[in-house]
């Protein structure tokens, strides 16, 4: 006759029991984990926040055109055309001087006196900001605008946005690698903490198997000690990434007002569901592993 009689509070109490036991590779186990979902946080993040500021940096996909200071209304008028009509061209937009002037003056509020004085002669110059379609055929693009008459300067950014997509897919390299090598290393210590624990309890489990017991009432308090780990681990993470965050990226970068730094808010919950899953589903897949030799009928 097989024992079916399943009580939560005692599974709880044998998993904890055995975290207890072998407390320094408990520690250990929580330890490596939480390095391995820092990493894996901390990626993300980064990833997440380089992916804001390529979408808030104006123009990086586009070419700004900028007409000669001397130029009259005709010519400007012309340039516009000109720009329309080429080939792979999807959208112009012009900007007078007096604008861009004004733009400056709205956007440094308490400088303003210091642009007040170009209204009567305005530095700047209208420009125009083309978008295009195909960025494989941008040299081409930048090419034949410049041999455009009145054309005073062409600034092309989509080598910012590229250098920016590079530096991403480093980083996406690099911390996949980091995360690979800890969550094997999470993997390893894990299983050798709840191993430790079959071992001690080697004569129990072989007694439990003769009476009847089935694998899950012998294996749930393992999984079960496996579950705490990942818990123990991923709360850690969430704490120690949530001040890591808070501190050094929107505290410290943010009051800079260079980078565009992600609220911790608007990813709290993004960053708790992926330190969960990824924490207990390691600490179930690790004693799942190790309980695959007393699985056996």
Request: charged residues 20%; negative net charge.
């Amino acid at each position: 006759m097989k024992i079916r009689r399943y009580n939560l509070v005692y599974f709880l109490k044998l998993a904890f029991n055995g975290i207890f036991r072998n407390g320094v590779m408990t520690i250990a186990s929580v330890i490596v984990l939480v390095s391995c979902l820092l990493v894996t946080g901390t990626s993300w993040l980064l990833i997440k926040n380089i992916d804001v500021n390529l979408d808030e940096l104006e123009g990086y996909n586009k070419i700004v055109v900028f007409v000669n200071q001397d130029a009259d209304d005709y010519l400007v008028s012309e340039i516009g055309d000109k720009l329309k009509a080429l080939d792979g061209v999807t959208d112009v937009v012009y900007q007078s001087k007096d604008d861009a002037l004004q733009e400056l003056i709205d956007q440094y509020g308490a400088e303003t006196e210091i642009f007040e004085m170009f209204r009567n002669d305005n530095p700047l110059k209208d420009e125009y900001s083309v978008s295009y379609n195909d960025s494989s055929k941008v040299d081409t693009l930048v090419y034949q605008i410049e041999q455009i008459d009145g054309i005073a300067k062409v600034n092309n950014r989509r080598d910012v946005a590229l250098k920016i997509d590079r530096l991403k897919s480093i980083v996406q390299l690099v911390f996949t690698w980091l995360l690979v090598l800890l969550f094997m290393v999470s993997l390893f210590v894990i299983m050798n903490t709840v191993k430790l624990n079959i071992f001690a309890r080697r004569e129990e489990i072989a007694i439990m198997k003769y009476v009847g017991a089935t694998r899950i009432y012998v294996g749930l308090p393992y999984i079960l000690e496996g579950i705490i780990i990942g818990l123990f681990a991923s709360t850690g993470s969430f704490f120690i990434q949530w001040y890591l965050y808070q501190h050094y990226a929107v505290e410290l970068l943010g009051s800079y007002n260079v980078l565009t730094v992600l609220p911790f808010e608007s990813v709290r919950l993004t960053l708790i569901i992926i330190f969960a899953v990824i924490g207990i589903g390691t600490g179930i897949f690790a004693s799942a592993i190790s309980l695959r030799k007393y699985n056996k009928a």
